[in-house]
């Protein structure tokens, strides 16, 4: 009998801290999903919840392949966007408690509403389906997608008929382009790889791969130092021409209350980074120094008038001097606007 009550004891002590360790989990993933929407600011510290700090020895985060013991939203750490981390609870006990999470971390200062008017209109041909798009004096270079349809093309704008132009494989579906020196970069969606073409007869000239880390080809500009790619992701990856293997750097992008991802058809102008972001009229101007959204294009009332399907959305930004050229895919015009 005696034996029985000793057991017994055991097993509700096991029963009261597994309870114990079920509300100190349920009130750090409370809180957790609490801040979600609300998000954290680079420097903002993490209020933990009473109850968990009062039954811990020590929390760390840990982010996958590194980890830290602070309780504040570290740059070294975070980036801008989610983070996705797993809390560890080494209780007083000595027990140790997991608890996944997802933080989010956006731009301290908000976005300023960017005004433009639009000064000028010109012809865009509605068969082209734009992924990438830059003006180089009066000469409009383009890259459009689609299996069986990709190429790139050149022609002066004002004009519609090609000045000249290479058709892709029909399985490759081309995606953003830029201009470096005498050569256009142009990125393929899934196939891993980019093809460099000679500027003025836009012959083929080589390919290039893409690194490892990066899923799939989406926008493509240049710095003057290094190209900036983006997949689909909330990133933006920074690459060495001489050496596309390798990335140089990564940023994450975010605004002031959400994150950003699709970020398509890249423009780099005047120490910016200006992205479309797919499916939504917008255009998003970057801090290529952390990722911040700093401002916004509100490019609804274009997008209504040239959008009639899934497909046909804003999609294409260059610069022509100080104003910006917009345009979409299967559009009919390319706008100029004079931002304010």
């Known amino acids: 009998m005696k034996k029985y009550i000793i057991l017994s004891a055991v097993a509700l002590m096991t029963l009261v801290s597994c309870n114990k360790d079920k509300e100190i989990l349920n009130s750090l993933n409370d809180y957790n999903i609490s801040m979600e929407s609300k998000g954290y600011h680079f420097g903002d510290k993490l209020n933990i919840p009473q109850e968990v700090l009062d039954n811990a020895e020590s929390i760390s985060i840990n982010f996958g392949d590194k980890e830290t013991n602070s309780l504040n939203i570290d740059p070294k750490y975070f980036t801008l966007g989610d983070n996705a981390v797993t809390f560890t609870i080494k209780k007083k006990s000595g027990d140790i408690l997991t608890q996944d999470a997802t933080i989010n971390v956006y731009a301290k200062n908000t976005e300023t509403n960017i005004a433009y008017d639009i000064v000028a209109e010109y012809p865009h041909d509605p068969k082209n389906f734009v992924q990438g798009f830059q003006l180089e004096g009066n000469t409009i270079y ?59 007869s836009l012959k083929l000239i080589s390919e290039f791969p893409y690194p490892n880390e990066i899923g799939e080809g989406w926008g493509l500009t240049y710095d003057g130092q290094d190209l900036i790619l983006s997949d689909g992701t909330k990133s933006i990856y920074f690459i060495n021409p001489k050496d596309t293997s390798k990335i140089v750097r990564e940023i994450a992008i975010a605004g002031s209350t959400e994150t950003f991802d699709k970020l398509n058809e890249l423009e780099y102008h005047n120490g910016y980074i200006y992205a479309n972001v797919w499916m939504r009229p917008i255009i998003l101007k970057i ?28 999609n294409g930004i260059a610069f022509k001097g100080d104003n910006m050229l917009v345009t979409g895919k299967n559009w009919s015009k390319i706008y100029e606007v004079k931002i304010k």
């Open 142 to 200: 383009e890259s459009d997608g689609q299996h069986g349809s990709s190429q790139i093309l050149k022609y002066n704008l004002g004009t519609t008929t090609p000045i000249a132009a290479t058709p892709q494989p029909a399985d490759v579906f081309s995606e953003g382009s830029t201009i470096i020196g005498d050569k256009i970069y142009q990125l393929s969606w899934k196939n891993k790889k980019g093809f460099i073409y000679d500027k003025a």
């Open 287 to 314: 801090n290529p120094k952390n990722g911040e959204v700093v401002g916004k294009f509100d490019f609804t009332n274009i997008a209504k008038e040239n959008t009639t399907g899934t497909d046909d959305v804003l």
